[in-house]
């Protein structure tokens, strides 16, 4: 059966420090792969979705970036985290079935102080 | 644009009681999929039900149904026999169509709040 892992789950960084958030998929091939923020209270906004290694699709500008270095794995990067990038950060993947309904990992709560 | 409104920010319902979460959606495709999404307190996204636009039958899922009227573009969840595990936030959200991309993005609506009781 499909897994998907997410880490770390709570991180508290300061302003201007770099961030790495890591998401990997077991038990599929070449999924879809997607980036969420939710701000409290509020609901979900895609941030980065990739088709396939290296592709990666940017839905809002900002201070964040992604990649996808292997098949299963999707991490969100920035360089110098500002405060309003605090949230919950949660991973998603999707197949080619016929409803590409997501599946989410557990979410990494980011505080920036 | 496609566009999802849930338009009950919170709800209270009996334990044992069945309880409808409202969704509406707002597309001009053909073919498109409407899906729910439970997160409780704990923050994970867990996938409820889907119905495709081209389903006749209503889905069912255990306790979960999706009414689904299409002439009004509604998509209403249908929770029967209410648990207390059952509070939680609820998010309705719609398949957008598809494109050379192949990336079947969702989009979302902004949540309801449930709470169930005692």
């Known amino acids: 059966s499909q897994t998907i892992h997410q880490w770390p789950a709570t991180l508290v960084q300061p302003v201007g420090s770099p961030l790495s958030l890591e998401c990997t998929v077991e038990g599929t091939s070449n999924p879809n792969l997607y980036w969420y923020r939710q701000a409290a209270g509020r609901g979900l906004q895609l941030l980065f979705y990739?088709?396939?290694?290296?592709?990666i699709s940017s839905e809002v500008p900002q201070n964040l970036s992604a990649s996808r270095p292997q098949d299963r794995q999707f991490i969100l990067s920035s360089k110098k985290l500002l405060l309003s990038d605090s949230g919950f950060y949660l991973c998603a993947w999707s197949v080619g079935r016929s409803s590409y309904e997501q599946y989410f990992g557990p979410g990494t709560r980011l505080t920036v102080t | 644009a496609q566009k999802i409104t849930q338009t009950q920010p919170g709800m209270f319902v009996q334990e044992k009681e069945a309880v409808t979460l409202d969704c509406t959606y707002d597309?001009?495709?053909?073919?498109?999929?409407l899906f729910w999404y439970k997160q409780p307190s704990s923050g994970e996204m867990i996938f409820l039900i889907y119905?495709?636009?081209?389903d006749e039958q209503n889905a069912t899922e255990g306790r979960y149904s999706l009414n689904f009227q299409k002439a009004r573009k509604s998509a209403n969840l249908v929770i029967s026999a209410s648990q207390l595990g059952d509070s939680a936030m609820y998010f309705c959200a719609m398949r957008e169509p598809y494109n050379a991309g192949n990336n079947r993005k969702l989009i979302w609506g902004l949540g309801t709040s449930l709470a169930v009781n005692p």
């Open positions: 990739s088709v396939g290694i290296g592709q």
């Open positions: 119905q495709g636009s081209y």
């Open positions: 597309t001009s495709d053909q073919s498109y999929g």
